[in-house]
């Protein structure tokens, strides 16, 4: 396992001085297999997570190592897109909503940005939008279905022309990267002055977390950092964000997509597979039964802005 892994100092403030919350219990063969898909994964595997005593970031440390990580996305397989298609698309109308209270009709680019549901509504909302994403799979997918401008590969060394855009997105993204840091202080370079920041993670101190812990459904091998509004607000403020704030949005969730990570849990899953597939009836009425709930409850989502300069003001 040894030459699979890295080790890392804390991925906000560079300290390597930290406690130790919990070990992993993820295996050399675990590590062997890729991704099959971001979503409705129940969290039975993880990496041993630390507690960092400077700026206290809960963060996994060893990782896989990061070509590893980035290989693994790249060749990653949504094999759950056509349940949740249609809870994605309803949950990102209230995320373009929230981005527009801060700034509308303006040059939008979403980091990560999946299958592209995010990016087709902001289109529909008026934004001149692109979008970046690791997964080959997911972005010709919101090439196919919407048409939207995505390329490929790391956005760290894409080199998109500083002063740029007028709002960056980062939706459930920095959990999943190895040096957040690095990657925010490129977002902060290629946008404007005065541009806006939206970054939203799963939240590490929400009610969920601290009642589950290590059993919460976002203790996972693809998080290897664990945030709450107050670390990330500190990374953000790191990047050099200015104005930061912690908001909320109406987030969602179908009756299928609740209920088949229980199933896969308790193992399950197959034995009804057939009955619950989203084509099926059954399937279809369960998809269209949507919990509606504040994304606070279990995320964080914090806005910023990259301060104007004097020429601005």
Not at 39 to 44: A, F, K, N, R, V
Not at 65 to 75: E, T
Not at 219 to 224: F, M, N, P
Not at 256 to 261: K, S, T
């Given at each position: 396992?040894a030459s699979?892994?890295?080790?890392r100092s804390?991925?906000?403030?560079?300290?390597?001085?930290f406690?130790?919350?919990?070990?992993?219990?993820?295996?050399?063969g675990?590590?062997q297999?890729g991704i099959?898909?971001v979503?409705?994964?129940?969290?039975?595997k993880y990496?041993?997570?630390?507690k960092?005593?400077?700026?206290?970031l809960?963060?996994?440390?060893?990782?896989e190592?990061?070509?590893?990580?980035?290989?693994?996305?790249?060749?990653m397989?949504?094999s759950?897109?056509?349940i949740?298609?249609g809870?994605?698309?309803r949950?990102t109308k209230a995320q373009v909503k929230l981005t527009?209270k801060?700034?509308?009709?303006?040059k939008l680019l979403?980091?990560g940005?999946?299958?592209?549901?995010?990016l087709?509504?902001?289109?529909?909302?008026?934004?001149?939008t692109?979008?970046v994403?690791l997964?080959?799979?997911a972005?010709?997918?919101?090439?196919?279905?919407?048409?939207?401008d995505?390329e490929?590969?790391?956005?760290?060394?894409?080199?998109?022309p500083?002063n740029?855009?007028d709002?960056?997105t980062?939706?459930q993204?920095?959990?999943?990267?190895?040096?957040?840091l690095t990657?925010l202080?490129?977002?902060h370079?290629?946008?404007k002055?005065?541009?806006?920041?939206?970054?939203?993670?799963?939240?590490?101190g929400?009610?969920?977390?601290?009642?589950?812990e290590?059993?919460?459904?976002n203790?996972?091998?693809?998080?290897?950092n664990q945030?709450?509004t107050?670390?990330?607000m500190n990374?953000?403020?790191n990047a050099?964000f200015?104005n930061?704030?912690?908001v909320?949005?109406?987030?969602?969730?179908?009756l299928?997509?609740?209920?088949?990570?229980l199933?896969?849990?308790?193992?399950?899953?197959?034995?009804?597979?057939?009955l619950?597939h989203p084509?099926?009836t059954?399937g279809?009425?369960?998809?269209k039964?949507t919990?509606v709930?504040?994304s606070?409850?279990?995320?964080c989502?914090?806005?910023g802005?990259k301060q104007?300069?004097q020429?601005y003001c």
């Open positions: 396992m699979l892994v890295e080790y804390c991925p906000n403030c560079g300290k390597n001085d406690d130790m919350l919990f070990e992993s219990n993820i295996e050399e675990d590590l297999g099959d898909t979503y409705m994964l129940h969290g039975d990496g041993r997570h630390v960092c005593r400077e700026c206290h809960v963060y996994v440390n060893p990782i190592k990061a070509s590893r990580i980035n290989g693994n996305y790249s060749g397989k949504n759950d897109v056509s949740v298609r809870n994605r698309l949950a527009k801060y700034k509308s009709n303006t979403d980091v940005c999946g299958e592209g549901f995010f087709f509504n902001a289109s529909r909302a008026g934004y001149i692109r979008g994403e997964s080959q799979d972005a010709e997918y919101a090439k196919r279905e919407f048409g939207l995505v490929v590969g790391l956005f760290e060394e894409m080199q998109f500083g740029h855009f709002v960056v980062l939706w993204v920095l959990e999943h990267l190895p040096q957040p990657v202080k490129e977002v370079r290629v946008l002055p005065g541009g806006l920041l939206v970054a939203s993670t799963p939240d590490f929400g009610i969920p977390a601290r009642i589950m290590r059993r919460w459904w203790v996972r091998r693809i998080h290897i945030f709450t107050k670390t990330l990374t953000l403020g050099g200015k930061l704030s912690s909320n949005y109406g987030e969602s969730i179908s299928l997509m609740l209920v088949i990570p199933l896969k849990w308790f193992k399950a899953y197959g034995l009804v597979r057939s619950l084509g099926s059954r279809r009425v369960m998809n039964i919990l709930y504040p606070r409850l279990d995320n989502v914090v806005t802005f104007k300069s020429a």
